[in-house]
């Protein structure tokens, strides 16, 4: 009797771990650099978008489930177009109504 099943194991998720120890020893490497903040800032950014998609596809499963991707990626697009859209209103309140004075 033949049973379809996964065999996925821990072993991904292991190996993800260890690439996310990697790159944060990588960050504390840039950290002690003697560069320039602009440059170092670059880097760091660099590496942190890298660490965050790898927690986000594998220990969040976003690797497997494809229309959780995509919800997850709509959802965090329409909140960042959102705040945006609140911008305006954040330099009104910090600069005062143009017709109240």
Known sequence: MATDTKTGGIGKDVIVY????????????????NITPSQMFVRMLIVAIIEAALALLFF????????????????????????????TDAFRLSGGVPWSH
């Open 60 to 87: 969040m499963h976003l690797a497997d489930n494809r229309g959780l991707r995509w919800f997850v990626l709509v959802f965090t697009v329409a909140v960042i177009l959102g705040l945006q859209y609140g911008w």
């Open 18 to 33: 260890i690439v996310l120890l990697a790159l944060a020893a990588i960050q504390f490497v840039i950290a002690y650099q």
